[in-house]
């Protein structure tokens, strides 16, 4: 009884169905060919893996789908596939593994993003098509001449088996299978349905009036039935019991592909006919892409984990279908004239339209569409007040009446000024406000009373007007800002960090009586006890030029935008105003979500309402676009991150892939993956698999190793690092939905970045065992330089000592012997003339010779004066002193010596001047008397900061080194007294001498002393 009730009524329902409907009225469509990343046009079976991904066969290749981006893989760039490209079929087991099988007989697995070789278990060369599998495990293959083959475990192989029949005999002409839910085998046998109710024992499934039907195919049902397709309806089978057969209006021929979605409603695809539904209040439905076309082989159906339909077409791609979130009410008959610029909702609840061709009405609760009112040209604004009445505004200024109780016959209104209208608003007790491109006026009975606003002339344009429940009347202008009326004085509102002069585009009054402003390119400003907060646009996706407000009976305001339509909670915008940390973002909708166009009307007023019913109803260039807040299509759950490729390196780019072909792909289990050191760069492309809202996805990454915090990436699916330093990193990113809820992280890969070998620890341990020997090596030659200065002082010291002692001795003896003989013979001599006092030419002889040695003995001991310490750096200075000196021992040598004494004069120090004049006595002495040249040179030359002295000859030169040696066994001290002279003065002693280019010795020695500014220079 049941049956043929569900019979009727399908059938009564089916009535008139042969016209195909457009799904567009239904669904959005979105399609999908070779131009956005189909290897080719024909998609013939579809699945969703456990990882979000879609999975479709073609005839050239194995394809997923991440939302955004088409992934082929075929013999060209997946290793495995050595066979054909074309697809047989496939088919996703209860682990969420697909098995794929290729023209050829290639089987193929494909698990966590991972394809590899299938095993082949013993399959017959014969074309297996994998099916299904059962409850028990056992995976089911068919194939028409051998009939249906099963593997009970991975590890096993293939038993064949054939339906048998009640009575035990065996049957051919095995034609197709199906595995429904709950793992039960259909199998069509002889064009007819048998079900496997026990291992062998196989039962012919009936019709209604126990005829047997030709059968084409088994869908499985949710609720663990089976609605079995012929080609000339459906028949739902439960537990073994016919329950219903719903009849197509005409037969469809062969059913190709089959789907019962989540609502119920039994999706049929054929090679002939195209797409039908089937669903309890609607019967049977034919649907065309576009209306009017021809209908086009449907080859796959498939619902995802979101509730999108997609359908696998034979020639003409994919397409993706989803029920439409908006509706559209067109307001016109050409498609230019869908252009709505305001909507408003009568007593009644009809919904009114200005657009283009006038005013129109339509009645939302019949169905009806909407018929012309008032046909004005470019109606501009309409509004209903409370007493029913609508008031429409026009572009030209003028303003028309429209009475319910007078069958809707427009009247205009006595009009001396015509302006553009933007705003229509009532106030109680006050009546009707209208805003124009000239300012604010009210109506009067049948005429305009101008209102003056304290604004210039330029700045008066009425964009929006709110009432709050204190009476204060709020007003935004075009450039003028935002005004308010209280206690009847209007005064200008600011509005935190804008300008003074801006355009206010809504205003919205919510339940809790705070104050919502749109400001034209400059978000949202939230006015609450007198204080006002901004929104920026950028503040987690608010609209930059929002048009429009209305709050909904669940809290969320709606923001009609150029850019589509936004939903947020009241409290999420509290919480961003008022500095709270909150979840969510506002959710947008557009296109995607069925409306005509994404761009809202803005200037107007009002441009959105919400009617009796609930729904929200938006003036768009593309129509009205309405929606029902409470049959919106629900949020798919955060999505899982995935990341799909590692790249590294410079010009010449390697790749490692995290999914795909086994044979690239590198190991999970083998981490991390080494990276050579000196890559300009680490990229690694990620992505989550979403299907809806895929615009509105954001990710976030981070790169332990390198930071501990999470950096937003927006919608970028790829993150890019430059110069990372050695070191092991572990790469993370996480996406969240169109309400701002995070999914959990993607599994983490890791990397090492190699150190190159001067980076490795071995290379720094032996570079610090290397720099410890260097250490202990310049320790100890520190040590034994100090050791052999230290000896060379003491020697010095002791040479020193000698010497003064070998001088003293000289003195001495020069004093006893010279001076002293001589003192002894001057005394004689006194002594002798006065011993001849008598004889005056004695006395004169003898004081004569007195005289004479005495004069000899003055000489001496000027001459053992001028040895010890020249009285000319005493009484003429260094520069004099020198020059007398060298031209002492250039008159008693045959040597051509010359010199230029530059700055030396008596402003040098005295102690400076000292070792200078030895030093340069020693070294022309050492000419003199040692190096057989025929020239010498000397320049002294005295320099900001330094003494320059310079003694060149070219002589025969001399061994260094052996002078060097002698010295350090007792010999001369010469080259040490000037090196330590030099030493002793802070300055530096450069030797070089050659046996045939002579001897050159520099000497630099600072001087703190003060230079005169016009030093003189003596030369010679």
């Known amino acids: 009884m049941v049956s043929w009730v569900w019979f009727a009524f399908g059938g009564l329902r089916a009535v008139g169905a042969l016209a195909p409907l457009d799904l567009g009225d239904e669904y959005t469509v979105r399609s999908y060919s070779v131009d956005e990343g189909l290897p080719q046009n024909s998609v013939t079976r579809i699945t969703?893996?456990?990882?979000?991904?879609?999975?479709?066969?073609?005839?050239?290749?194995?394809?997923?789908?991440?939302?955004?981006?088409?992934?082929?893989?075929?013999?060209?760039?997946?290793?495995?596939?050595?066979?054909?490209?074309?697809?047989?079929?496939?088919?996703?087991?209860?682990?969420?593994?697909?098995?794929?099988?290729?023209?050829?007989?290639?089987?193929?697995?494909?698990?966590?993003?991972?394809?590899?070789?299938?095993?082949?278990?013993?399959?017959?060369?014969?074309?297996?098509?994998?099916?299904?599998?059962?409850?028990?495990?056992?995976?089911y293959f068919e194939n028409p001449s051998?009939?249906?083959?099963?593997?009970?475990?991975?590890g096993g192989r293939y038993e064949e088996t054939r339906p048998i029949w009640g009575d035990g005999k065996r049957v051919g002409d095995l034609t197709s299978l199906h595995i429904q839910e709950g793992g039960i085998p259909w199998i069509r046998l002889d064009g007819q349905w048998?079900?496997?109710?026990?291992?062998?024992?196989?039962?012919?499934?009936?019709?209604?009036?126990?005829?047997?039907?030709?059968?084409?195919?088994?869908?499985?049902?949710?609720?663990?039935?089976?609605?079995?397709?012929?080609?000339?309806?459906?028949?739902?089978?439960?537990?073994?019991?016919?329950?219903?057969?719903?009849?197509?209006?005409?037969?469809?021929?062969?059913?190709?592909?089959?789907?019962?979605?989540?609502?119920?409603?039994?999706?049929?695809?054929?090679?002939?006919?195209?797409?039908?539904?089937?669903?309890?209040?609607?019967?049977?439905?034919?649907?065309?892409?576009?209306?009017?076309?021809?209908?086009?082989?449907?080859?796959?159906?498939?619902?995802?984990?979101?509730g999108n339909i997609w359908m696998g077409m034979e020639g003409s791609g994919l397409h993706r279908l989803r029920?439409?979130?908006?509706?559209?009410?067109?307001t016109g008959s050409a498609a230019a004239s869908s252009i709505t610029r305001s909507v408003a909702e009568d007593t009644v609840g009809r919904i009114w339209f200005a657009g283009q061709e006038g005013v129109s009405v339509m009645d939302p609760t019949d169905g009806s569409k909407s018929r012309l009112i008032l046909e004005q040209a470019l109606c501009r604004s309409v509004f209903c007040d409370s007493s029913g009445t609508i008031w429409a505004g026009t572009y030209s200024g003028m303003i028309h009446r429209i009475d319910p109780d007078r069958g809707l016959r427009a009247e205009p209104l006595e009009m001396e000024e015509r302006r553009n209208v933007a705003v229509l608003f009532e106030e109680p007790d006050l009546g009707i406000w209208v805003g124009r491109e000239d300012g604010l006026s009210r109506i009067v009975g049948n005429r305009l009373m101008r209102v003056p606003l304290p604004v210039s002339q330029e700045d008066s344009g009425v964009r929006a007007m709110a009432l709050d429940s204190r009476r204060r009347l709020w007003l935004g202008l075009d450039g003028g800002g935002l005004l308010v009326r209280e206690s009847g004085d209007w005064s200008r509102f600011p509005l935190p960090g804008l300008p003074e002069r801006l355009t206010v585009s809504a205003l919205l009054v919510d339940s809790d009586q705070t104050v919502w402003v749109a400001v034209a390119a400059g978000g949202l400003v939230r006015i609450r006890d007198g204080q006002a907060k901004r929104l920026h646009p950028g503040d987690a996706g608010l609209p930059k030029w929002p048009s429009g407000f209305v709050e909904d009976r669940h809290g969320h305001l709606w923001i009609g935008s150029s850019d589509g339509v936004y939903r947020v909670e009241r409290s999420i915008l509290n919480g961003w105003a008022d500095g709270v940390e909150v979840t969510g973002v506002p959710r947008r909708f557009g296109r995607e979500d069925g409306m005509e166009t994404s761009e809202c009307s803005a200037g107007i007023q009002p441009s959105v309402v919400r009617s009796r019913g609930g729904q929200v109803w938006f003036a768009t260039f593309g129509g009205v676009a309405v929606v029902d807040p409470d049959r919106l299509p629900p949020t798919p759950s955060p999505p899982r991150a995935r990341i799909e490729v590692l790249e590294y390196g410079g010009s010449r780019r390697q790749t490692v892939f995290?999914?795909?072909?086994?044979?690239?792909?590198?190991?999970?289990?083998?981490?991390?993956?080494?990276?050579?050191?000196?890559?300009?760069?680490?990229?690694?492309?990620?992505?989550?698999?979403?299907?809806?809202?895929?615009?509105?996805?954001?990710?976030?990454?981070?790169?332990?190793?390198?930071?501990?915090?999470?950096?937003?990436?927006?919608?970028?699916?790829?993150?890019?690092?430059?110069?990372?330093?050695?070191?092991?990193?572990?790469?993370?990113?996480?996406?969240?939905?169109?309400?701002?809820?995070?999914?959990?992280?993607?599994?983490?890969?890791?990397?090492?970045?190699?150190?190159?070998?001067?980076?490795?620890?071995?290379?720094?341990?032996?570079?610090?065992?290397a720099l410890l020997g260097v250490a202990a090596a310049a320790y100890n030659a520190r040590i034994r330089g100090f050791t052999r200065e230290n000896l060379a002082r003491k020697a010095f010291s002791q040479r020193l000592i000698d010497s003064q002692e070998a001088e003293r001795q000289r003195i001495a003896r020069e004093l006893h012997d010279s001076l002293g003989q001589n003192l002894l013979v001057i005394r004689n001599r006194l002594a002798l003339a006065q011993q001849h006092l008598g004889n005056p030419e004695r006395v004169a002889e003898q004081l004569r010779e007195a005289a004479d040695v005495?004069?000899?003995?003055?000489?001496?001991?000027?001459?053992?004066?001028?040895?010890?310490?020249?009285?000319?750096?005493?009484?003429?200075?260094?520069?004099?002193?020198?020059?007398?000196?060298?031209?002492?021992?250039?008159?008693?040598?045959?040597?051509?010596?010359?010199?230029?004494?530059?700055?030396?004069?008596?402003?040098?120090?005295?102690?400076?001047?000292?070792?200078?004049?030895?030093?340069?006595?020693?070294?022309?002495?050492?000419?003199v008397k040692h190096s057989h040249a025929a020239t010498c040179e000397v320049l002294v030359s005295r320099e900001p900061g330094r003494v320059l002295?310079?003694?060149?000859?070219?002589?025969?030169?001399?061994?260094?080194?052996?002078?060097?040696?002698?010295?350090?066994?007792?010999?001369?001290?010469?080259?040490?007294?000037i090196r330590e002279r030099a030493r002793l003065l802070g300055g530096s002693v450069d030797i070089r001498t050659a046996a045939t280019f002579g001897t050159r010795i520099v000497l630099v020695v600072p001087d703190a002393g003060n230079i005169p500014p016009d030093a003189p220079t003596t030369q010679a």
């Open 658 to 769: 995290l999914s795909g072909d086994a044979d690239r792909v590198v190991s999970p289990g083998v981490p991390p993956i080494g990276i050579p050191t000196g890559s300009q760069s680490v990229e690694l492309r990620y992505t989550a698999p979403r299907f809806m809202g895929t615009e509105q996805l954001r990710f976030r990454y981070r790169l332990t190793g390198l930071e501990s915090e999470w950096n937003p990436a927006g919608s970028r699916r790829v993150a890019s690092f430059q110069g990372l330093p050695p070191g092991d990193y572990r790469f993370e990113v996480a996406a969240c939905n169109e309400d701002g809820v995070w999914g959990p992280p993607s599994p983490g890969v890791e990397f090492r970045i190699l150190p190159r070998f001067h980076q490795t620890w071995w290379f720094r341990g032996g570079v610090l065992l």
């Open 194 to 306: 048998v079900q496997v109710v026990l291992q062998d024992l196989v039962h012919l499934v009936p019709g209604p009036s126990g005829k047997v039907r030709k059968m084409v195919q088994a869908v499985g049902s949710r609720d663990g039935g089976v609605w079995l397709v012929s080609d000339w309806g459906i028949h739902r089978i439960k537990d073994g019991r016919f329950l219903a057969e719903i009849p197509f209006p005409e037969p469809i021929g062969d059913s190709s592909a089959g789907l019962e979605d989540r609502d119920g409603n039994v999706w049929i695809g054929s090679w002939v006919q195209g797409l039908w539904r089937y669903s309890s209040d609607g019967g049977i439905q034919r649907f065309a892409l576009d209306r009017g076309a021809p209908s086009e082989p449907v080859r796959s159906l498939f619902e995802d984990s979101e």
């Open 854 to 927: 005495a004069s000899g003995s003055v000489r001496e001991v000027r001459e053992i004066s001028q040895n010890l310490r020249p009285f000319q750096l005493d009484e003429l200075g260094l520069e004099r002193a020198l020059s007398a000196s060298l031209q002492r021992i250039a008159s008693s040598s045959a040597i051509q010596i010359r010199w230029s004494l530059s700055g030396v004069g008596e402003h040098i120090p005295r102690e400076l001047g000292i070792h200078l004049f030895r030093i340069v006595q020693e070294c022309v002495n050492n000419v």
């Open 48 to 139: 969703q893996t456990p990882d979000g991904y879609l999975w479709f066969s073609t005839y050239r290749g194995l394809v997923r789908f991440d939302g955004v981006r088409f992934t082929v893989f075929d013999r060209s760039n997946t290793r495995i596939i050595d066979g054909q490209d074309s697809v047989n079929t496939f088919f996703k087991d209860s682990k969420g593994r697909i098995t794929v099988e290729f023209k050829g007989g290639q089987l193929v697995w494909v698990q966590d993003g991972v394809l590899t070789r299938g095993l082949e278990y013993g399959l017959p060369k014969q074309f297996p098509s994998i099916r299904g599998e059962s409850p028990d495990g056992r995976r």
């Open 146 to 154: 051998t009939g249906i083959w099963y593997v009970e475990s991975e």
């Open 949 to 977: 002295v310079e003694i060149v000859d070219d002589g025969c030169g001399f061994d260094l080194e052996q002078i060097e040696h002698d010295r350090a066994i007792g010999g001369g001290n010469g080259l040490s007294n």
């Open 323 to 330: 029920r439409r979130a908006f509706r559209t009410a067109r």
